[in-house]
């Protein structure tokens, strides 16, 4: 069933920003506003899953990579299908069972194959929430993220990982062969650690 997306103030705010050409400032400030219209209906798929914040940082760089012109994917948002939300859900579901497919076969068979991901022919422009994210991170302006490290691994600090978990994301495996710490242990460090810290910055800038 096609939809009319009139009244739908989200949508009317996507149509604004895509009038816009594709790398141009008020283009980025059209996906800012559009991602915090999204995050504050409250209406996005959320669960407490370990994974769920790797999906939602995927989602996103989805959103602004193909919600006006198809950069990665077969075609753009058609807003006359469904709502800018259950276009998100659907691909937001999808991650969260394609990474925890990943992490189930890399506990079971440590294979690199499993984290791999399809690496676009070009790359699209960074998201400007994720460039405030990496900037945030780069410069650390307290320094409490390079002191957050793990125990005997100076180098495996917040900044470290947070950046590294970025998209284009490194994954565990590369982490763990590279600094020579159990997945599991990053795992737990970047979720009791880094992760609280990262919303606590998107929180701060009004993300969520």
Same mark, same amino acid.
Not at 26 to 42: D, K, P, Y
Not at 63 to 90: F, G, M, Q
């Given at each position: ?8 103030? =989200?949508?009317? $705010? =996507?149509?604004? *920003?895509?009038?816009? #050409? ?5 283009? +980025?400030?059209?996906? *800012?506003?559009? /991602? +915090?219209? =999204? ?19 995927? *989602? ?14 077969? %075609? ?10 259950? !276009?998100?859900?659907?691909? $937001?579901?999808?991650? $969260? ?28 422009? =960074? #998201?400007?929430?994720?460039?405030? &994210? ?6 650390? #302006? ?6 957050? %490290? ?5 180098? &495996? ?10 998209? #284009?994301?490194?994954? !565990? ?7 020579? /710490?159990?997945? *599991? ?18 929180? %701060?800038?009004?993300?969520?």
């Amino acid at each position: 069933m096609r939809r009319d997306p009139d009244n739908d103030p =989200i949508y009317q $705010l =996507i149509a604004r *920003t895509c009038q816009y #050409p594709p790398n141009s400032l008020e283009r +980025q400030r059209g996906l *800012t506003r559009v /991602v +915090q219209a =999204i995050i504050q209906s409250g209406k996005l798929w959320r669960d407490s899953s370990p994974e769920y914040d790797d999906a939602l940082q995927q *989602t996103w760089l989805y959103l602004c990579r193909n919600l006006c012109e198809a950069t990665t994917a077969k %075609h753009p948002y058609d807003p006359s299908r469904s709502s800018v939300i259950t !276009w998100l859900d659907r691909y $937001l579901k999808q991650r $969260l069972e394609d990474l925890r497919r990943e992490g189930y076969q890399q506990n079971a068979t440590t294979s690199l194959d499993a984290e791999k991901a399809p690496v676009p022919a070009a790359p699209a422009p =960074i #998201p400007p929430i994720l460039e405030e &994210v990496k900037e945030w991170a780069r410069t650390d #302006p307290s320094g409490e993220l390079c002191r957050t %490290h793990i125990k005997g691994h100076p180098e &495996v600090n917040c900044q470290t990982l947070i950046l590294r978990r970025l998209p #284009p994301r490194s994954s !565990w495996e590369e982490l763990s062969k590279e600094f020579g /710490v159990p997945i *599991t242990t990053l795992n737990s460090f970047y979720r009791r650690q880094c992760f609280p810290r990262l919303r606590k910055f998107g929180e %701060h800038q009004g993300y969520l």
